[in-house]
């Protein structure tokens, strides 16, 4: 099913600055055994970056392809470690999920994620995601 996707990022820095980015995508929303699976494309740079979001009955996974790459888990209450790779290097990655809230329905999809995200070496911050998915009509 084709949708259009808002994703909301707040972030909360240590020094107490808060950055929000709102982007808006065309994407695919594909349902399997496994969970809700989002996926579209973003342009940066001159560049293509892959992007799929899937959404579980008690997790949520945020994979990111191309120049970087990156796999974010989120489970409420866990903390999840993994790798961001770059151009100019790879970083440690740590992840723990305060909240996770959704609300499926037949033509959208609403994803609330509030975490504690650590590059190592490079930023530590508190987020909030917010995703919207809408059918396009």
């Known amino acids: 099913m084709d949708v259009k996707i808002t994703i909301k990022t707040s972030q909360i820095l240590e020094a107490g600055d808060i950055q929000t980015i709102e982007s808006f995508y065309n994407g695919k929303k ?10 579209f494309e973003e342009n940066g740079n ?5 992007r799929v979001i ?15 790459s990156s ?6 209450n866990e903390s999840h470690n993994s790798i961001y790779r770059t151009p ?4 440690d990655m740590s992840i723990y999920t305060y909240k996770i809230k959704k609300k499926i329905l037949e033509n959208e ?7 504690k995200i650590e590059i190592k070496g490079l930023m530590k911050a508190n987020n909030r995601i917010e995703i919207k998915a809408i059918a396009e009509e």
């Open 30 to 39: 594909t349902l399997k055994s496994t969970g809700i699976f989002l996926a």
């Open 46 to 50: 001159m560049k293509k970056y892959h």
């Open 54 to 68: 899937k959404i579980g009955d008690k997790e949520v996974a945020i994979i990111n392809s191309g120049d970087s």
């Open 71 to 76: 796999k974010m888990k989120f489970v409420e």
């Open 88 to 91: 100019y290097g790879s970083f």
């Open 109 to 115: 999809v609403k994803l609330n994620l509030d975490y």
